[in-house]
């Protein structure tokens, strides 16, 4: 079927013919018929991609009147790229209609926005923050709205915008018909489908909640201290990759992207510390392609419409699965194909199973590739790079005789080795030195066998083993002060993960950490004095792993910095609600009559904070939320080669010089590269 066999206008098909559109895609073909032929709400389920933009836009362009004043279609939709990139859809699809179509958005001079409104709106693309701003100034007036289109849903309110949809649905007349598009269906979308729409028409393609098919799903399973070298590796082996990494926080997101920076990679970060102007020169970079690739957040990436990504790569699985469904959905997009690739720990296989099940998908178990196959590769694409190198004859004329006596005692082999070997020694080098980075099944059977235990031990009150205590008990070295941490081994916890969690925040190096013990509830580690100040201010409510981080100073009997055992009875007390088990009943420890979610705790111990009391009512539980350290793997190696790139925190961010000899041809449009 034709886009003209669909109904649509004669001026809104001479767009789509200039545009190039052919052939309608399954959701176009399923709902727009249904909205032109009458006002009925709609529900549209489908992946980023599948062109929900023109599934909604096109009858919405065909049925609005140009000629109206006030706003007569209201697109809401979470992200101010979003908005942007659906506002210039709209405009291209009625480029032969007399329609103004203004687009609010948080970030930009709001007057301008009203001035904007006053001239005369047909349609409307805001972002919930602004338009509720707007409503509330009433600089804009939805009275007059007919269809009300919420494009990604799921993602507006994983965003908290709940309330701010609330208000403006409410502000919209009873009779207007509600269009809802959404990737996933979790409960509160049902809830807005329930509250907002009647008998709504529903499109699906595919089953709810399920990925697109054209995504391949990869899982490479590696010791938590590999991660960024894995990260690296598989850049490596796909050297034309143009595509998206996701961490969980900004400051992962930062780190990862500075380091891939430094070692000469084509990579910037987009996170919630950047400021309106940065997001904006990234994104422009990134889809110019000057930029390989974006490490970004999951709230950062959130309504980003780039066509042509190759890869996604989860540094870290998302807590909630549908941020996985949207993560993988920004590749194959389009009916093209793609990768979504996974680097997980040796005790996440759980979660990779968790997502099969939800979103209908199977995982491939990938095995990393060995250093001489990523050599191999970067070896042909450096080889192809010089022969499609642009010779300028005239420029370099001038040059050959001198250049042709240098070569003349060598031979042609000669020369060959020697000019790949500038740029590819370096290549050799690192990954001479690299080993295997899969995490072996053995890996994974003793990561296992410690959840198990783990497990046990929690549930039987375990004790931690008598010379832990000894050891503890004879307080911190010489210049060290002990700090408590509110989070151990059944969060996730080990001694790579938590000094990583600790450099990360505070910028030391791992020098300035001292002994560290990790027990099943909580934990300890030592640091120098001089930075004791700099760990409770940093490192205090940051996040690992979904789990807020408490940390305190250790105080013994008199006050003085220590962690004396001082306490009878082990981690288990009268258990309602605390971390204990075993006897019935045993005096102190972390168990007791717990309250108000805390620890619970019979007789304070000596070594924990303050408040950690005998009632129990202060917590150190705190709610779960996301996080991951970025790898502290060695920072040499990586050659992706040429684009201009900044520093990666925060801040203005300074062009630096060009990255010669990165590895592989570099991905500006127009610039060439020693590779």
């Known amino acids: 079927m034709t886009f003209k066999e669909l109904g649509l206008k004669s001026e809104v098909l001479k767009s789509l013919t200039e545009m190039g559109f052919e052939a309608p895609t399954p959701i176009q073909l399923e709902a727009i018929p249904n909205l032109l032929a009458s006002d009925s709400d709609l529900v549209g389920l489908a992946q980023t ?3 929900k933009t023109a599934a909604f836009g096109l009858p919405l362009v065909n049925k609005v009147d140009g000629k109206s004043r006030t706003p007569q279609g209201l697109v809401v939709c979470p992200t101010r790229e979003l908005c942007l990139q659906i506002t210039k859809d709209l405009e291209n699809y009625s480029k032969y209609l007399d329609m103004n179509i203004v687009a609010v958005y948080g970030g930009a001079d709001i007057r301008r926005q009203v001035t904007q409104i006053n001239k005369g709106v047909s349609i409307v693309v805001a972002t919930p923050g602004r338009l509720v701003d707007l409503i509330k100034r009433k600089s804009i007036s939805l009275a007059d709205v007919k269809y009300v289109i919420l494009d990604e849903a799921d993602e507006m309110l994983n965003m908290g915008f709940k309330e701010d949809l609330d208000l403006i649905l409410e502000s919209t007349p009873k009779e207007r018909n509600v269009w809802l598009f959404s990737a996933t269906m979790p409960k509160e979308v049902e809830r807005i489908s329930k509250n907002y729409m009647h008998n709504p028409f529903e499109v699906s393609i595919g089953h709810k909640n399920q990925s697109n098919e054209n995504i391949e799903h990869i899982y490479y399973a590696v010791k938590e201290r590999d991660r960024y070298a894995a990260l690296k590796r598989v850049i490596d082996f796909n050297p034309d990759i143009y595509g998206l990494i996701f961490c969980r926080t900004r400051m992962e997101t930062a780190s990862v992207a500075d380091k891939l920076g430094k070692e000469g990679y084509s990579a910037e970060p987009l996170h919630g510390d950047l400021s309106q102007v940065q997001r904006d020169r990234v994104m422009d970079r990134f889809r110019k392609k000057d930029i390989q690739i974006l490490v970004a957040t999951d709230v950062a990436a959130r309504g980003l419409d780039i066509d042509n990504i190759t890869h996604v790569l989860n540094y870290n699985l998302p807590d909630d699965i549908e941020n996985y469904t949207h993560r993988s959905g920004r590749t194959a997009r389009a009916g093209k194909k793609g990768q979504s690739i996974v680097l997980i720990n040796t005790r996440e296989n759980y979660k990779i199973k968790t997502i099969e099940k939800q979103i209908r998908v199977t995982f491939e178990a990938g095995v990393l590739p060995k250093p001489e196959d990523i050599c191999a590769i970067q070896l042909t694409k450096l080889i192809q790079g010089v022969i499609e190198t642009e010779v300028k004859e005239k420029e370099i004329e001038k040059f050959m005789p001198q250049i042709m006596a240098e070569f003349e005692e060598l031979s042609k082999e000669e020369i060959v080795k020697k000019f790949v070997s500038a740029e590819f020694n370096r290549f050799i080098d690192y990954y001479s ?49 002990r700090f408590f941490v509110s989070v151990g081994n059944r969060d996730g916890l080990n001694p790579g993960g938590l000094l990583r969690l600790i450099c990360d925040n505070t910028g030391l190096q791992s020098g300035s950490i001292g002994k560290i013990d990790i027990m099943p509830a909580f934990s300890f580690f030592e640091a120098d004095q001089s930075e004791t100040d700099n760990i409770l201010r940093k490192v205090n409510g940051s996040e690992y792993e979904g789990t807020t981080v408490n940390i305190e100073i250790t105080k013994d009997k008199s006050g003085g910095s220590s962690d004396r055992g001082g306490r009878s009875g082990g981690f288990a007390g009268k258990r309602e609600g605390g971390f204990g088990g075993g006897s019935p009943r045993r005096e102190g420890g972390f168990g007791g009559q717990r309250r108000e979610g805390g620890f619970g705790g019979g007789s304070r111990r000596d070594d924990a904070p303050r408040g950690l009391d005998s ?30 790139r900044s520093s990666s925190f925060g801040g203005e961010r300074t062009s630096g010089s060009d990255r010669k000899g990165g590895f592989g041809k570099p991905f500006n449009k127009g610039k060439k590269s020693s590779f």
């Not at 053995?442 to 783990?454: A, F, H, I, M, P």
């Not at 190696?637 to 201009?644: V, W």
Request: proline content about 2%.
């Open 433 to 481: 030195k690299a080993g295997d980075l899969n995490a072996s099944g053995r890996d994974s059977e003793r990561g296992g066998e410690r959840e198990d235990r783990g497990r046990r031990d929690r549930d039987r009150g375990y004790d931690e083993d008598r010379s832990k205590r000894r050891d503890r008990a004879s307080g911190p070295e010489s210049g060290k002060t």
């Open 615 to 644: 009632q129990g009512s202060s917590s150190f539980g705190g709610g779960r939320s996301r996080d991951g350290g970025s790898s502290s793997a060695p920072r040499e190696g990586g050659f992706r080669g040429g684009s201009e």
């Open 49 to 51: 991609g599948t062109g």
